[in-house]
Nanobody, 123 residues
Framework: QVQLVESGGGLVQAGGSLRLSCAASGGTFSSNSMGWFRQAPGKEREFVAALHWRGSSTHYADSVKDRFTISRDNANNTGYLQMNSLKPEDTAVYYC????????????????WGQGTQVTVSS
């Protein structure tokens, strides 16, 4: 059982940057692929980015490609989402997820979820 805790959210102006962290405990983080999802009020949870557990491949939603970067530090059981050039439409609660499958974009592809961290981008 892997427990995930996100941090690093906050309020930022459009064009700014934030780095989200995802601290893992209670399991073998390095053998799990990692994903980031987000959910805006009144909308379904949507895929943002994923990183294969081997670290060999990444996958991004078109809406964040070239602006966001997913990474991980297995030695410290921590995952990251670097978010640059933020836009008001990036405002959402961001969730970290982990699972033993590949870098998939579906919510059902992940077994473990954090509680989320709020990101608000002002115009």
């Amino acid at each position: 059982q892997v427990q995930l805790v996100e941090s690093g959210g906050g309020l930022v102006q459009a064009g700014g940057s934030l780095r989200l962290s995802c601290a893992a405990s209670g399991g073998t983080f390095s053998s799990n692929s990692m994903g980031w999802f987000r959910q805006a009020p009144g909308k379904e949870r949507e895929f943002v980015a994923a990183l294969h557990w081997r670290g060999s491949s990444t996958h991004y939603a078109d809406s964040v490609k070239d602006r966001f970067t997913i990474s991980r530090d297995n030695a410290n059981n921590t995952g990251y989402l670097q978010m640059n050039s933020l836009k008001p439409e990036d405002t959402a609660v961001y969730y970290c997820a982990a699972g033993p499958r590949g870098a998939v974009s579906g919510v059902r592809g992940y077994d473990y979820w954090g509680q989320g961290t709020q990101v608000t981008v002002s115009s």
